[in-house]
């Protein structure tokens, strides 16, 4: 999908600065054409040392493939790098590429470049936004801004809660991606360990979205409508 003229996107949430000030994160209302449910612009600070981490930076994400959606992005300025495909090929992408498309069922994460000499800036948006257990703005808040406070040492890493918050999203881990004889065990396996992890952390009294990432407008909304 190519825009040729901006599309209007206002900022409806954020910025928040995240992983001691090296990632911003904003949310905007996405377009209509994008059939997106959630538009982010985030922005890698280029001269902070965790950024020169590339792969190892606290906000990459670890091999995933999400069930029920797409995952597309545009490169706005500066450089990212991707691993996707069953094969991890890595790629760097920049504003002369456009946007992209990573589909359902593709494995993929995302990487900073430690060469840029600019703050790398890009778009990310999921879609369709009609489907079940789909990533949308809160989703994403509270996952990067939870993931950020346990890199900050403000909270405790909770595996039951970072499974349960990435289980309602429909996304699995991919273990040996590379390991073809493994098949569909390579998402299969992890998504039922993640299924256990999360079905242990609602007996726990636990929910996918955590009050201190949500409003109460949200969050009460989220339980009526999801029954969590």
């Not at 996405?30 to 950024?51: E, F, G, N």
């Not at 920049?94 to 498309?101: A, K, R």
């Not at 970072?162 to 065990?185: E, K």
């Amino acid at each position: 999908m190519t825009h040729k003229f901006p599309l209007d996107e206002p900022v409806i949430s954020g910025p928040f600065s995240l992983f001691e000030g090296s990632f911003i994160l904003e949310f905007l209302q996405p377009h209509p054409s994008r059939d997106a449910s959630v538009l982010i612009r985030a922005t890698y600070k280029h001269d902070h040392p965790l950024y020169k981490k590339g792969s190892s930076h606290p906000q990459t994400p670890p091999l995933h493939l999400h069930f029920n959606q797409s995952e597309s992005f545009e490169v706005l300025q500066g450089k990212i790098a991707t691993v996707e495909g069953w094969s991890v090929a890595r790629r760097v992408w920049t504003q002369e590429d456009g946007p992209h498309e990573i589909k359902p069922w593709v494995p993929h994460t995302f990487q900073p470049t430690p060469d840029s000499t600019e703050d790398t800036i890009l778009l990310v948006w999921a879609h369709p936004d009609d489907v079940d257990e789909m990533m949308d703005r809160v989703f994403f808040t509270n996952l990067l801004m939870y993931v950020s406070d346990v890199h900050e040492k403000k909270v405790s890493l909770n595996p039951f809660q970072i499974m349960l918050t990435q289980h309602v999203s429909a996304t699995a881990l991919v273990w040996f991606p590379t390991a073809t004889w493994l098949g569909p065990l390579r998402w299969w396996v992890p998504w039922k360990v993640q299924a256990i992890f999360a079905a242990a952390g609602r007996l726990l009294g636990l929910t996918p979205m955590m009050k201190k990432y949500t409003s109460e407008e949200e969050f009460a909304e989220i339980q009526k409508a999801k029954n969590i």
